[in-house]
Each structure stands twice: as structure tokens, then as C-alpha cells.
């Protein structure tokens, strides 16, 4: 093995975390050759398939990616399956160190009577369905319910409540999947609940968001006062927390408002649970217990008292959080959905796994928004790179970027490369400013990935 050749680098996961890994690796090493690689046609993850199309402003982080990738030290695999079509076994022959950055794509479950009925989804598919994700753009969202429940009061309930209530002709300005606006025309839902465990002083939208559904033109939002009353435990919880602060200041003043007959409403809902979803052979109401805080641990949880309440929605969404997923050969924690790990150094049976890291969610568990995992890939980084001189390298021939490749090839593997993605990008945005749009998103691979290589099929 050559003692100037690059520090090799696999980066498993091309969202946030995988180009703030990527990035620090480029600020700390100057002499590194980084490959990004994903199952997707597309980079981004979580910045192009998770964020609301009427939140453009959040995806100009995509142009910091963009520089990254603009560095000869790093490349772009796309639509190359970590597991299948490149195992573990051959990150660990090509190169002499992995960053797992695979995120949390999964969701929990109510662990309800009724949740497998038709009409009861996870809000995470919604998501990806309406964002134009690969894997659901075949599927089907009839939204024929008049009155939908969203279960949970973080900032994704939010994202979705307001895509179910926004007008189709704000969403028409947006990146919206086609089929998205296909089905939104159509729409039957004028009321969605959303609901709370716990109470006002818990929710964990963040103050902007939760403003926002209040701005919603042809949208009323209702509140009952009693439930955005604050307990003293609650009161005192505040201490210190000005943005929860303000969420209770604003919820208390959607109560005070007068409805103005709106076509549709947005109901926020606290201490409430629910207990069993209904119907025969679809969604035909959700059953729902009144909670009250009760001190335990030193936080305040939800307790059931025993009061019921049916509502009437023919579709439940749920967002009770995201976990990871498993990567073959990758040691797992399935209790908390993350890969093991000591500050970022993959562990398994508590002993560290030499060579193996993992950043952002998969690393910590669904926390924070999008920048708060460039701090966390950084640390990440910086174990790596102390790490490095004691790390064992591969060799030469297998460190070659060619290798990799060869490898891909021989398996029949049609990788993307970043030169490819642009030119999916620059058609993307093309056929959306033809439309006063940002960009209309191509949903399906094998669309992405004859438009991707447009120009090499003429040539």
C-alpha cells in the first residue's frame, strides 16, 4: 500500500448527514477520495422526499451539497443498493473506512385494535407519496374521507395537515408530485384532526409551523379552550422555554378566535389518545380517550381517565416518529431503531467495530432538524480521522475508484453518477419553470433513469 495515496471513504446515505460527513471529511483531510453512495436515483434523501413542497426555501440547502459534490475528491453512486449491489463485505475490501448516514426511513405504530384497516397509513408515506418518492409513486391515496385524523403534533402532523387543507392552487406553485395534485383536485376532506397525548405545553411543532395553519387561506383552525389550558405543572414546565411558550400563547389565541365559516377546518386536539381505529373493511372513525398529565420520572406523561369519544374520519395518518432500518451485515439495535455506536464508532457487543461510523439519525435516533446533523457528522468525522493512522488500509488495487466500478458493472449494476442526477435536475427544473414551478419531480426510476442519461442516448 502506497503512503500518499487518498484516505478512502465510503459514505452510506447521500441526505443531510451524508454530505455534512462528506463535507467535513473534505475540510479535515486533504488527502481523501469519498464516494456517496444510495439505493436512490436522486442525492438528498430527506431534503428533496421529506420536506413539505410549500417549504422551497428549506431545500436551498441542496445548493451547499451541490459544492461538496463539485470536489474532485468526491463521487456520487446512485441507485446502488447497500446489502445487494454492494455488500458489506466489498465496502470493507474497496475502502478503509464506512459512515452509515441511512437516516430513519421507517415509522412506529400505534399498536391499536383497527391499525391495519385500509385508510390507516403512516403520515411517512404520505410524505413520500406526495414528494414524489420512487417507492410510492404507484401507490394510491383516495381522498374520499370528509374528516381525517392525524395523530401526533410534531412538525411532520404539521406537514401534512397543511398539504390536506392548503389550496391545489398554492400547491401547483410548489414541487408537488403530479399525481399528488391529481388527487388533492378531487379531495372530499374539509375537517382533519390532529391529536396530542399530551398537552399544549408538550407539542413539539415548532413555532413557525404552528403559526403557519393559522395563515391557511379558506381554513379555520379550532381549539377547544379547555384543553389548552395549562395545569401548574405545565405552567412551571415552561420555565426557560420560550418557543413552547409561545405555542401555548398561540394556541390560546386560535381558541379566543371566531370561526369565519371557513370551507375547511384544522382541529388541534391535546390530551387526547387514541385507543381502537374502526370499521369493517376500512376506516370508519377513530375511538379516543381524554388523557390528564400526571408527574412521572420527572416529566409529565399521559394517563388515560377513562372518558371516550368517537371521531367520525374515514382515514387515520400516523406520526409517532421515524426509526431506522437495519443494513445487512451492520450490527442493529432494534429497541431504538439505530445502528450501535460509541460517540459514532459502530459497536457491537460493546466493543467498537474498527472502521465502521455512523452519522445523524441512524446514529442518534430522529431528532433535530436538517442542520442539527452537521454538528453530529462532524464529531463523527473527527473520530474517524483519529482513528485513521491506526485504522488497517486496504490495498492499493482495491482503493482504486476503479475497482468499485468494475465491481458494479460485473453485477449489471446501471449506477448514476453526479453528472447523471444534473441532468435529471436540469430537466426537472426545465419543465418547471415552463410552468411558473421550481421543478416538476420525475417519480419513477426507470423515467429517472432514461432522463438522466438524455444527452448519452442521443449521442
Request: with cysteine.
Amino acid at each position: 500500500m502506497s503512503n500518499t495515496r487518498p484516505l478512502r471513504i465510503a459514505v452510506i446515505g447521500s441526505g443531510p448527514s451524508g454530505f455534512y460527513a462528506a463535507e467535513a471529511l473534505l475540510k479535515q483531510e486533504p488527502n481523501v477520495s469519498v464516494d456517496i453512495i444510495d439505493r436512490l436515483v436522486t442525492p438528498y434523501g430527506l431534503v428533496r422526499y421529506g420536506v413539505a413542497p410549500d417549504h422551497q426555501k428549506i431545500k436551498s440547502v441542496t445548493a451547499l451539497y451541490q459544492k461538496t459534490m463539485n470536489d474532485p475528491r468526491v463521487r456520487f453512486l446512485g441507485h446502488v443498493e447497500f446489502g445487494r449491489d454492494l455488500r458489506h463485505e466489498d465496502v470493507r475490501r474497496h475502502y478503509d473506512a464506512v459512515v452509515y448516514a441511512t437516516g430513519a426511513s421507517s415509522d412506529r405504530n400505534l399498536g391499536i385494535p383497527g391499525e391495519q384497516l385500509p385508510g390507516s397509513m403512516s403520515a411517512t408515506e404520505f410524505v413520500s407519496w406526495y414528494n414524489g418518492h420512487p417507492d410510492y409513486a404507484d401507490r394510491e391515496f383516495h381522498l374520499t374521507a370528509q374528516q381525517v385524523a392525524v395523530v401526533g403534533v410534531g412538525n411532520v402532523a404539521v406537514d401534512v395537515t397543511r398539504i390536506l387543507t392548503r389550496s391545489v392552487d398554492e400547491l401547483r406553485q410548489t414541487d408537488i408530485a403530479d399525481h399528488a395534485i391529481s388527487a388533492l383536485e378531487v379531495s372530499r376532506v374539509t375537517d382533519v384532526y390532529v391529536l396530542g397525548r399530551r398537552g399544549a405545553a408538550q407539542a413539539k411543532f415548532t413555532t413557525k409551523e404552528l403559526r403557519e395553519l393559522g395563515e391557511l387561506e379558506g381554513v379555520d383552525v379550532v381549539v377547544k379552550p379547555e384543553e389548552v389550558e395549562l395545569d401548574e405543572a405545565s405552567r412551571k414546565s415552561l420555565e426557560g422555554q420560550p418557543a413552547l411558550t409561545k405555542n401555548v400563547e398561540i394556541l390560546q389565541e386560535f381558541a379566543r378566535r371566531p370561526l369565519s365559516g371557513a370551507p375547511r377546518r384544522i382541529h388541534l386536539r391535546f390530551l387526547v389518545s387514541p385507543v381502537e381505529i374502526l370499521g369493517e373493511t376500512r376506516v370508519e372513525g377513530l375511538r379516543i380517550e381524554r388523557n390528564r398529565l400526571v408527574e412521572r420520572g420527572g416529566d409529565l406523561a399521559a394517563e388515560g381517565s377513562g372518558e371516550f369519544e368517537t371521531l367520525p374520519v374515514g382515514m387515520v395518518l400516523r406520526s409517532v416518529g421515524y426509526k431506522g432500518v437495519a443494513l445487512p451485515g451492520v450490527p442493529f439495535d432494534t429497541r431504538r431503531g439505530v445502528i450501535p455506536n460509541d460517540q459514532g464508532r459502530v459497536t457491537q457487543d460493546g466493543q467498537v467495530v474498527p472502521g465502521e461510523y455512523v452519522a445523524g439519525w441512524i446514529k442518534r435516533g430522529p431528532s433535530g432538524v436538517i442542520g442539527t446533523n452537521k454538528a453530529c457528522a462532524v464529531d463523527t468525522i473527527k473520530l474517524l480521522l483519529a482513528d485513521a493512522p491506526a485504522l488497517p488500509r486496504v490495498t492499493d488495487a482495491d482503493a482504486d475508484p476503479l475497482a468499485v466500478d468494475a465491481l458494479l458493472r460485473a453485477r449489471g449494476v446501471d449506477y448514476v453518477s453526479f453528472d447523471d442526477w444534473l441532468e435529471l435536475d436540469r430537466f426537472e427544473t426545465e419543465v418547471g419553470s415552463a410552468q411558473g414551478r421550481p421543478r416538476v419531480k420525475v417519480s419513477r426510476r426507470e423515467e429517472m433513469l432514461r432522463t438522466a442519461r438524455r444527452n448519452a442516448l442521443v449521442q
